[in-house]
């Protein structure tokens, strides 16, 4: 009887869980370990105009939980560069501490500029997401919506195109195997409340012995 009502437990407590663990979440800020990027950002070719209102590349940004306000000036609160100052092609590499399987993704960059996500398949750089060039003006959110699929521990992010003035201000991805905080806290109250159940019922069955 005990460990019927232990399992009957266990599987509502797995119930509730299971929607709160289901929303993808953005693992980005929590997972990140390193960022690999070459260096030479935060300079402006001569005669730019884009020195007023500028702020140091912060590559920091990338990681951020909240993104900038839409339309900001693309090299304010940005990890930015202009590429006749830099390397090409311009890699950042994001490296998690373990792999997720992914299904969006969200980057914040440079309107008039598109960018490549890439992501690692444990033996080359496969596109996940290209975030093509938009209208209006300065920060802009570009989000993929539903992708297939895919397992990685590492994404590489690049520009293409535009006016060689390239900035990101933010990038997400989302996993849908993320626990929430609140499915944690379930979790583990839901648990402790077992194990308290276990106890009573096994101290009950003594008693009764």
């Keep these: 009887m005990r460990k019927a009502v232990v399992f009957a437990a266990m599987a509502a407590l797995a119930a509730t ?4 663990a289901a929303n993808a979440a953005n693992v ?24 007023g209102g500028a702020t140091p590349s912060n590559v920091l940004s ?7 306000p839409e339309g900001q000036q693309w090299n304010n609160g940005s990890f930015w560069w202009d590429q006749t100052q830099t390397v090409s092609p311009y890699y950042v590499t994001l490296y998690l501490n373990q792999s997720f399987t992914f299904d969006r993704l969200v980057l914040q960059g440079d309107n008039n500029d598109g960018y490549l996500v890439e992501y690692w398949n444990g033996s080359g750089w496969q596109s ?18 539903t992708l297939g699929n895919f397992t990685t521990d590492r994404f590489r992010l690049s520009a293409f195109g535009g006016d060689q003035y390239y900035a ?3 990038f997400q991805a989302f996993s849908a195997g993320v626990p929430e905080p609140a499915t944690w806290a379930l979790m583990i109250l839901g648990f402790g409340a077992i194990g308290g159940a276990m106890r009573r019922r096994a101290k009950t069955a003594v008693r009764f012995a």
Excluded: C, H, N, Q
Excluded at 62 to 68: F, G, H, I, Y
């Design 62 to 68: 990338l990681v951020s939980s909240t993104l900038a």
């Design 28 to 51: 980005i800020p929590s997972y990140t370990s390193t960022i690999v990027y070459p260096g030479g950002d935060g300079v402006l070719r001569a005669g730019s105009g884009w020195e």
């Design 128 to 145: 996940a997401f290209s975030a093509d060039a938009v209208d209006g003006w300065g920060l802009t959110t570009r989000d993929s919506g």
């Design 17 to 20: 869980a299971v929607p709160a």
């Design 168 to 170: 990101i201000s933010g």
